[in-house]
């Protein structure tokens, strides 16, 4: 599968963004989803994940209640709401997928078979 990741750009603190990751070349509903990030000087974590039905999302602490994963399987699309953004949340963004037959979804990047490319969320403060 091919990931591209758009919607990245600057934003005020409290502000919003919607991250958008197109898939294409393999069969969707094959994979599971998640979005990680990476700050400069740190390493990369993991920010939300949604399974391969849409039935099952999880969230890193520090964004559940701001940040909402979601996919769309007859556009091929996975998106990231981001709420209530804080400069601490200034990251390279890129979209994962994991193919897998359960409904599970992993919040580690160890499973994750394909990676797109990032786009940069910068929160100014």
């Known amino acids: 599968v091919q990931l591209q990741a758009s919607g990245g750009g600057l934003v005020p603190a409290g502000g919003s963004l919607i991250l958008s990751c197109a898939a294409s070349?393999?069969?969707?509903?094959?994979?599971?989803f998640g979005w990680f990030r990476q700050a400069p000087g740190r390493e990369r974590e993991f920010v939300a994940g949604?399974?391969?039905?849409?039935?099952?999302?999880i969230y890193k602490v520090a964004v559940k209640g701001r940040f909402t994963i979601s996919r769309d399987n007859a556009k091929n699309m996975v998106y990231l709401q981001m709420n209530s953004l804080k400069p601490e949340d200034t990251a390279v963004y890129s979209c994962?997928?994991?193919?897998?037959?359960?409904?599970?979804?992993?919040?580690?990047?160890?499973?994750?078979?394909?990676w797109g490319q990032g786009t940069l969320v910068t929160v100014s403060s």
């Open positions: 994962a997928a994991d193919f897998t037959v359960t409904g599970v979804v992993e919040d580690t990047d160890l499973p994750y078979d394909a």
């Open positions: 070349g393999s069969t969707f509903t094959d994979y599971a």
């Open positions: 949604i399974s391969r039905g849409g039935k099952r999302t």
